[in-house]
């Protein structure tokens, strides 16, 4: 039985995972496509390679009991007339449940092309079976405030930054007469700041996961924040002899081909932007698949609930390859959504909503507010394009995705509460005998 139980937590995981991909991970190179700095095929498999790295390398080693803490295990143990079996039983049911309903949700949106939070998902669900397990005092509704608050947080803040970024790089080399001449002169400052931003994120989301914590004591604060900085000067330093080389030919050349010399060589900064950016999404959000999936191991394994738990490896690694078939598979749909239907994207508009979007989401991470990668890159993309005007932005495609966002709580939550309450019918006392079992009891 314990076999079985385990088998089918870790088919929903997978499921999660391959949602995941289809989905969320799309989004990290909807720039590059949309630019046209890479094609569907080598963005898929850039994208396989950087989000199964962050996952098994960066990804949550130790992750919360209970999915962004949004449900209270004390109160779940504390119910009365309640053993502990039987609550532990119960966890492994709510987590099941919410992996495989937020999976579902995932997967119907993406079946309509629609981009939406895999973060979101699976604590709607969370919620939702908490509260027809002990009531709405189980959930943590300052958490869910912070949640709903970064609906607009994050999508709002990455759009002003885009904003602010197209319309720096527009005034000051695309509208110039010479644009070949003067991005030699500016474009090194955008890439100290692009590498800046890279070299943080990779400093910041994780790098003691790599490398032994006590080799890198000194990496933190002032010190990351100066490293990042080097890696940011040597790089503008290095495109400032490259570009020079680049465009010195073209100083002459009549506009429309100084502007299209110009596109091209901010395409390559957004491929490596865009694949930050998924490396950084399969560090943070494997864990929608796995921290459910690692919970239930773990009862499994101690009987008991713990509040934080380890992820063994093979579990990192199946969220990793889940992500990366399910992107493999199904992710062109989100991906021509977010790359090509909001807006038309070029490179110079796809390096600022990546840039944006990867500064939104490290800023918010360091204050420790739940950020959707999703909701900020889009809201990045808007930003670009309402720095063209208004008439830039595709109103339909966006009213489609906010209203698909607004849902997906409330939905992935009455998903969850369905399955949970069919799974409790079927599969409550089997699990509580399985946890007997367990304890020797």
């Keep these: 039985m314990l076999t079985f139980f385990l088998l089918l937590t870790a088919g929903f995981g997978?499921?999660?995972?391959?949602?995941?991909?289809?989905?969320?991970?799309?989004?990290?190179?909807?720039?590059?496509?949309?630019?046209?700095?890479?094609?569907?095929?080598?963005?898929v498999i850039a994208a396989g390679i950087c989000e199964f790295a962050g996952a098994v390398l960066v990804g949550a080693h130790v992750t919360d009991t209970v999915r962004k803490g949004i449900v209270k295990p004390e109160i779940l143990t504390a119910i009365p007339g309640i053993s502990a079996e039987e609550a532990a039983a119960l966890?492994?049911?709510?987590?099941?449940?919410?992996?495989?309903?937020?999976?579902?949700?995932?997967?119907?949106?993406?079946?309509?092309?629609?981009?939406?939070?895999?973060?979101?998902?699976?604590?709607?669900?969370?919620?939702?079976?908490?509260?027809?397990?002990?009531?709405?005092?189980?959930?943590?509704?300052?958490?869910?405030?912070?949640?709903?608050?970064?609906?607009?947080?994050?999508?709002?803040?990455?759009?002003?930054?885009?904003?602010?970024?197209?319309?720096?790089?527009s005034k000051l080399i695309l509208q110039h007469y010479r644009p070949a001449r003067v991005a030699t002169r500016y474009a090194p400052f955008l890439i100290l700041f692009t590498f800046f931003i890279v070299a943080a994120a990779i400093v910041f989301k994780g790098l003691k996961h790599i490398v032994a914590e006590e080799n890198i004591a000194w990496l933190t604060g002032h010190a990351a924040l100066a490293v990042s900085a080097l890696v940011g000067i040597a790089a503008a330093l290095f495109s400032r002899w490259y570009l020079g080389r680049?465009?010195?030919?073209?100083?002459?050349?009549?506009?429309?081909?100084?502007?299209?010399?110009?596109?091209?060589?901010?395409?390559?900064?957004?491929?490596?932007?865009s694949c930050t950016v998924a490396f950084a999404h399969g560090a943070n959000d494997v864990a929608n698949s796995v921290g459910p999936l690692a919970a239930v191991v773990e009862i499994f394994k101690t009987g008991t609930v713990a509040m934080k738990v380890p992820v063994p490896v093979w579990v990192l690694m199946l969220g990793g390859g889940g992500i990366v078939v399910g992107l493999a598979m199904y992710g062109y749909r989100v991906m021509r959504t977010v790359g090509e239907k909001i807006t038309r994207i070029t490179p110079s508009r796809g390096l600022a909503a990546d840039i944006a979007a990867m500064t939104t989401v490290l800023v918010c991470s360091r204050l420790k507010l739940p950020v959707s990668t999703t909701h900020t890159l889009v809201g990045s993309i808007m930003g670009v394009a309402l720095a063209r005007g208004i008439g830039a932005v595709d109103k339909d495609v966006t009213r489609k995705i906010f209203g698909s966002w607004l849902i997906t709580v409330p939905v992935a939550a009455l998903f969850a509460i369905t399955i949970f309450i069919l799974g409790r019918w079927l599969l409550l006392e089997r699990l509580t005998a399985l946890i007997l079992e367990i304890n020797g009891s």
């Design 246 to 273: 680049k465009l010195e030919v073209y100083f002459r050349k009549e506009l429309t081909l100084q502007l299209e010399r110009v596109e091209k060589v901010f395409a390559p900064l957004v491929f490596i932007t």
């Design 91 to 169: 966890i492994v049911l709510i987590m099941m449940s919410a992996l495989l309903s937020a999976a579902l949700w995932l997967h119907l949106a993406t079946f309509f092309g629609v981009p939406v939070s895999t973060t979101h998902s699976i604590v709607g669900a969370i919620a939702g079976c908490g509260v027809i397990a002990a009531g709405f005092s189980v959930v943590n509704w300052t958490k869910m405030g912070q949640i709903v608050a970064s609906w607009f947080i994050s999508p709002v803040a990455g759009g002003i930054i885009g904003f602010l970024i197209f319309t720096l790089i």
């Design 14 to 43: 997978l499921y999660m995972a391959w949602t995941i991909g289809a989905n969320d991970v799309a989004n990290s190179m909807a720039d590059a496509v949309g630019s046209k700095a890479c094609s569907i095929k080598q963005a």
